[in-house]
């Protein structure tokens, strides 16, 4: 019943969003941001995205697939950035408690998503509670036309959608950003001691607000892709659970390297539908406990971390705290 | 060069004092503020009267006696998750995880009450519960703070995914025992000889729970202010390198303040099903444990302080569930509200703690000089 071949490309489909929402928290950590707002960030990019899409799809319009994939994915980014802005706003400039502030992001963000997709699946008289963005998905899920042909090679390479290889593509550009450029040095420097970044003439609350809020907008777009891509368009509440607090949880399995996330997004998406691949018969009860093995390999993995404590491995050393140049 | 032109518009110094008038005249503008946005929104988006709505909401908390005891039962509960988080903030140990060690309460208690209900008198029952709740919610907060003290382990995350550990066993055993079969829940426990429950006292179901968090809640106050453990987890949370100066063992003191945390959420998973509730679900805990951070975060970890920021959440989200039902909206409105709230009292923290000076009032000050 096992088959690899079907396995593996549900995993990698399932690993997009939690790649892509690791890469933006990546980007918050690296600044020195612990935004724990973003599982509540996707859910807004994600809601953005699907009200976007509604709304053009039942204007009457004749539906434009170039437009039909522009329509979402604008609104997504303008509400991810949104909720960006109100994380720095708080933190950077107000100096606030990240870790509350995060929390009260989650708070709003989770019920924003569900009070907007509760109000759409109302406008549309559905029996079922959710949406469905048939044209919409159907437009985001297109994959080369040839893949089909090409046996096992195409299924675990190119049967993706475009979305799917852009997140890659994301992944390893902010790699090479953070690792290799000066934008990326200067970043580092913030995230590890802003007192030192301030000396050397680095405007820090410029670069916290530019990588809180793009990485906010990855992360949105992480939710977009779930519900347009893995959900094939279909919008249902709190479906999307609890997969931002495991995109939080990968940027330290990934040691913050946005191209390590990608192989480890893929493991993580693997142990999230394992349960469904494991043959546990009439015995329901068990597929509850193979649910668990996210969590607990996340578990293990932090203790791992920890137990090698080597210096690169660390968290960038200011993280989690706020900087006031007078407080020197 | 002309020094005046160069100033900035803004200039920001801390504050070395604050008067506690000031202070709460800050915060409660805060949530005025709020409000007005929160009514600017609910009119944006449901096209209703926000006095209207606000009216509900009151109703919704305070409109009858039934309804102000289901607001306290909550406000309890709330309350005592909120008082457990505090000494582990307070110490800077960041606990998400106070959902799954009241899971853990939960599961323990729950465990008892189903396998134990004909073995044991209905008081021994109660006791048993008890200390394997306890039990349980202080394993649950013992495993993090172990691999923090020891290793340094990250312990926001850690927590955090202890939760979900915590909900997967639950969601098992509720399958295990789920009544009747194929439903995929458990039910009330012991409907018929109400074996475990906890008794009613004077009449009100709701009023030993209540009484059991206030006596929690001044405990936990003269915990941290007046005992010596209580001052040893504070001088953790400002600097580890001080408390290792004047020797302090700190991975005793982190291992020790969660244990604490721990057994307070163990009870409370306990109350949650021997006293209120009765059942087990997966989302009994109902997010308390973030909420819970939130509350003590805002009453700066002050155990009485709590009580009015519970008030202020429990309130949100009662109100939220009946404008919810009372204008047909989405339950989820009353969180967006929170949210919004949560967002300007935040925020106003810097108002208290930073004083702003504008160029020209900076100007003035230097003249008075």
């Known amino acids: ?328 | 060069m002309d020094k005046q032109k160069k100033e900035p518009l803004i200039h920001i110094t801390k504050r070395k004092e604050i008067s506690k008038k000031h202070e709460w005249a800050i915060r409660l503008g805060s949530i005025l503020i709020a409000l007005v946005v929160c009514a600017i929104i609910t009119t944006i988006t449901t096209h209703l009267n926000p006095i209207s709505v606000y009216a509900t909401m009151i109703d919704g908390s305070f409109g009858s006696e039934r309804k102000i005891w289901a607001l306290l039962k909550e406000l309890s509960i709330l309350l005592m998750v909120s008082v457990a988080l505090a000494p582990a903030f307070k110490m800077k140990f960041w606990n998400l995880g106070g959902g799954g060690q009241v899971m853990a309460g939960v599961l323990a208690t729950a465990t008892c009450m189903i396998t134990l209900d004909e073995k044991l008198s209905n008081g021994m029952l109660i006791f048993v519960s008890l200390i394997a709740a306890l039990i349980a919610g202080a394993l649950w907060a013992f495993i993090p703070a172990f691999c923090k003290a020891k290793w340094n382990t990250n312990e926001t995350l850690f927590t955090l995914m202890m939760n979900y550990v915590a909900t997967q066993i639950v969601a098992y055993y509720i399958i295990i025992w789920e009544t009747p079969k194929g439903s995929g829940k458990i039910g009330i426990i012991n409907p018929n000889t109400n074996a475990g429950w906890l008794p009613t006292v004077a009449g009100k179901q709701y009023l030993l729970p209540v009484l059991i968090s206030i006596a929690v809640t001044i405990f936990m106050y003269i915990y941290l202010r007046y005992s010596k453990q209580g001052y040893e987890l504070s001088v953790v949370g400002e600097s580890q390198n001080t408390a290792k100066y004047v020797g302090i063992n700190v991975g005793k003191v982190i291992i020790r303040t969660l244990i604490l945390c721990g057994l307070i959420c163990g009870l409370t998973g306990w109350l949650l099903v021997a006293g209120t509730d009765h059942t087990m679900t997966t989302t009994l805990e109902a997010g308390r444990g973030f909420l819970g951070v939130m509350v003590a975060w805002l009453a700066h970890f002050n155990p009485l302080g709590m009580v009015l920021s519970g008030l202020l959440m429990v309130f949100m989200s009662r109100g939220g569930g009946e404008i919810s039902t009372a204008f047909g909206l989405n339950k989820s409105f009353g969180d967006i509200l929170t949210g919004v709230i949560l967002f300007f009292v935040i925020g106003s923290e810097f108002f208290i703690n930073y004083q702003v000076h504008f160029r020209k009032s900076h100007r003035k000050e230097a003249a008075d000089v």
């Open chain 1, 1 to 328: 019943m096992f088959s690899l071949v079907t396995f593996i490309p549900r995993a990698i489909v399932q690993s997009i969003p939690l790649l892509l929402g690791c890469i933006g928290e990546t980007l918050n950590e690296k600044s020195g941001s612990l935004n724990l707002g973003i599982p509540g960030v996707m859910y807004v990019g994600a809601i953005c995205g699907v009200i976007g899409s509604f709304f053009y799809e039942n204007s009457g319009a004749a539906f434009n697939p170039v437009i039909g994939l522009i329509i979402p994915i604008v609104c997504c980014m303008l509400g991810s950035l949104m909720m960006g802005l109100i994380f720095c706003f708080l933190t950077v400039t107000l100096r606030a408690n990240q870790n509350v502030t995060g929390l009260a992001m989650t708070t709003f963000g989770v019920g924003f998503g569900n009070f907007f997709g509760g109000s759409i699946i109302k406008l549309t008289n559905a029996e079922v509670p959710s949406i469905a963005l048939s044209a919409t998905s159907k437009a985001f899920k297109a994959s080369l036309p040839f893949a089909g042909k090409a046996g096992v090679f195409g299924k675990l390479f190119l049967s993706y959608s475009f979305m799917t290889y852009v997140a890659i593509a994301i992944a390893i550009f902010t790699a090479y950003v953070l690792k290799r450029t000066r934008t990326g040095l200067e970043l580092r420097a913030v995230g590890e001691n802003p007192a030192t970044a301030d000396a050397a003439g680095i405007n820090i609350n410029r670069y916290k607000y530019f990588s809180i809020c793009i990485g906010c907008m990855i992360a949105g777009i992480g939710g977009l892709y779930y519900v347009l891509d893995y959900a094939s368009g279909v919008w249902s509440n709190d479906a999307f659970g609890d997969r931002g607090w495991l995109a939080i949880a990968l940027v330290i399995f990934s040691i913050w390297r946005p191209n390590w996330a990608i192989w480890e997004s893929m493991l993580f998406g693997g142990l999230y539908i394992l349960y469904l691949y494991i043959p546990t018969g009439a015995n329901f009860a068990m597929k509850e406990i193979y649910k668990m093995l996210p969590y607990v390999v996340t578990i293990i993995v932090l203790i791992a971390i920890s137990l090698r404590n080597r210096h690169e491995n660390q968290p960038p050393e200011s993280l989690g705290l706020p900087y006031f140049r007078e407080d020197r």
